[in-house]
């Protein structure tokens, strides 16, 4: 999200500000982040000091509106960042394979290793991440996240492709 981002108003303008995006609802944020990336490069901040902090959603029907919104901007990333979209059809695919397999008899066996495996991986990006960024995170949190994350990614990502959400209420 946008809350953490700051930038040099000279490539702010050689990227045209927000001119590209101004017919998007959402995702003019990360259009910045990507395309002053590209001439610019970009740094993280991984002082916890300096982090903003915004105030979270309040109901489940408003987290997976902001999510959906979130993946209404996947379909223009190939325009200024192919690895990332890259990424989020894999996260795509694996929580959709994760949530259909259950469902079939011939791959229900395999279900098992493939979530821990996923819960593994997950894991090892996250708690290496939150270590570095001194924010703890508790197990117990993420054993929820994990187990929702197939349930609520393949809504999302549809949805969020439909156009199907709602702006901030």
Known sequence: SGQNIAYRRKAFEHVNGFQPVAQRRSGDDMYLVQS???DFGIKFNADPASFVITQPVNTVKEFINQRTRWSSNSRSLWQTNIFFLFFLVIAFICNSVLL?????KQTVFIMPLLFITKMISDGLV?????????IPIRTKDYLIWSLAQPLYIPYVGIMGLAGQFRWKE
């Open 36 to 38: 002053i990336s590209k």
């Open 100 to 104: 259909i397999g259950w469902f079939i």
């Open 126 to 134: 996250l708690f290496t991440g939150s270590a570095r960024l001194n």
